[in-house]
């Protein structure tokens, strides 16, 4: 693979895995050749991550939170996005992809609430900027960043400064692929990511230390920093393949009133 039009791309990619229309044949056998070997239970992980961020979206929506910033969104994706679930609030999608600005601009016309802006998660200054008029950020706001950190090196910083800029009251929300030997071994997914990184996007799985560092100075919502499949969720864990179900961790942060 050696264009941009040859590479996978990894928001297709995770489109494919959701069950999306936003991929071509190149992603298609980048998973059937390379993905589904190594880690066989990638959809029911994309799947579990994407049921995480429908139940805290509800749950931030349910407390009363009335704005989202959905940085790193990706595709549309079937079954319920932001502007769908949260009914009545102002959205703003964020993401650095042309070809998903342009998706999701065809999906929120139509709904004056909900905007899409081009813009980097690890340039927090340049989108907030951006954001006066779509958002009012001295208003809580529920930051959304879900299965897109572990494509950024060193993320904890701008995270941080992300969160700064929000109101107390406010919420962060984050799902994040996991270093655990339960859920691959460390060969495959040595493999995984060696591969991912030459062919399509750099990867970096971490572990729950390094994932927790990113809700440094809010309060975890209950029940913490756990599985994704857990956060909340009515289905039995045996009900999961507990692979896919140890593959992402995921938390909501609560930041709090001074």
Known sequence: MTSDAQRPSAPRLYSLYLGGRHYGDVEQAFAEETV??????????????????????????????????????????????????????RVVYVDNDPDVV?????????????????GDLRRPAEVLRRLDGPLNLAEPTALLMNAVLHFIDQPASPVHDWVEALAPGSYLVISHGVVDDASASPDDRAELVRRYTRDSATVIPRTAGQISEFFRGLELVPPGLVPAADWRSSIPRALHDQRAR????AGVGYKPLR
């Open 36 to 89: 589904y070997p190594l880690i066989p239970f990638i959809v029911e992980w994309a799947q579990l991550s994407r049921e995480f961020l429908k139940r805290a979206v509800r749950f931030c929506h349910e407390q009363g939170i009335r704005q989202f910033l959905d940085v790193g969104a990706g595709y549309p994706t079937p079954g319920g996005n932001v502007h769908e679930l949260a009914s009545g609030a």
């Open 102 to 118: 342009d998706a999701l601009s065809g999906l929120t016309s139509g709904y004056a609430k909900a905007q899409v802006i081009s």
């Open 246 to 249: 140890r593959g992402s961790l």
